[in-house]
């Protein structure tokens, strides 16, 4: 069994750039959800695709983007990257939306922006 | 504020030694999740609690809910220097979909 995989494994971009994040999620599973650590922080949710369509979303602003694929892989687009987006960002797949399905991640993109 | 708060912050232990990691929420938790972190890397899954009372155990390490105090503890036996690492917990807060970590405990064992 496939687990999360995450691409890049790191990226440095410059501010206002645009950078796309991919994520393949572990096979038998329909639901990707994506999020943002900075350092020394908990995971913050960004927001999550349900079968290709966007299922919630969390206080992001919307030049974070996403698209969910009908093979469920995942792309997070950022655009006008500022500085404070640096982090690691977590993809995150279940088998199904809910409470009763666990989140398996990735091991995450570095993301650095000068 | 943060919603979920995670005590202690670090510990050091010697190999061998029982230690306790609590995570407390502000609000009332439909599912508390358990997770461990290698620095810079993803988040590997060890349990999910969903019932009031619920324990589950897996290898050397056991978590607790108590839904009534909204908390849950995560209690290592015997530690080894392989449990080294960060725990964080994750609660469902309402949403149905997200997740809301705590800050993470560091967790070092030395020998």
């Known amino acids: 069994e496939t687990g999360v995989t995450q691409s890049p494994t790191h990226l440095i971009k410059t501010r206002g750039q645009q950078v796309t994040l991919r994520c393949s999620s572990q096979?038998?599973?329909?639901?990707v959800s994506w999020y943002q650590q900075a350092l020394g922080q908990g995971p913050q949710f960004i927001f999550q695709?349900?079968?290709?369509?966007?299922?919630g979303r969390g206080n992001f602003p919307p030049r974070f983007s996403g698209l969910q694929f009908p093979n469920y892989s995942s792309e997070l687009n950022v655009n006008a990257l500022e500085l404070d987006d640096s982090a690691l960002y977590l993809c995150?797949?279940?088998?199904?939306?809910?409470?009763?399905?666990?989140?398996?991640f990735g091991n995450g993109t570095r993301l650095t922006v000068t | 504020s943060q919603e979920l708060e995670q005590s202690p912050q670090s510990l050091i232990v010697q190999e061998g030694k029982n230690l306790t990691i609590n995570c407390t929420s502000s609000?009332?938790?439909?599912?508390l999740y358990w997770y461990k972190q290698k620095y810079g890397e993803g988040l590997i899954f060890l349990m999910m609690?969903?019932?009031?009372?619920e324990e589950k155990s897996h290898e050397k390490i056991t978590a607790k809910l108590d839904e009534k105090k909204q908390q849950s503890s995560l209690h290592i036996t015997a530690s080894q220097p392989s449990h080294a690492g960060i725990y964080l917990c994750?609660?469902?807060?309402?949403?149905?979909?997200?997740?809301?970590f705590g800050k993470g405990t560091s967790l070092l064992v030395t020998p």
């Open positions: 995150a797949s279940s088998y199904n939306r809910g409470r009763s399905s666990p989140l398996h």
């Open positions: 096979s038998g599973h329909n639901t």
């Open positions: 695709y349900y079968r290709e369509e966007e299922n």
């Open positions: 609000k009332t938790l439909y599912g």
């Open positions: 609690l969903q019932k009031g009372g």
């Open positions: 994750g609660a469902d807060l309402a949403s149905g979909y997200a997740l809301n």
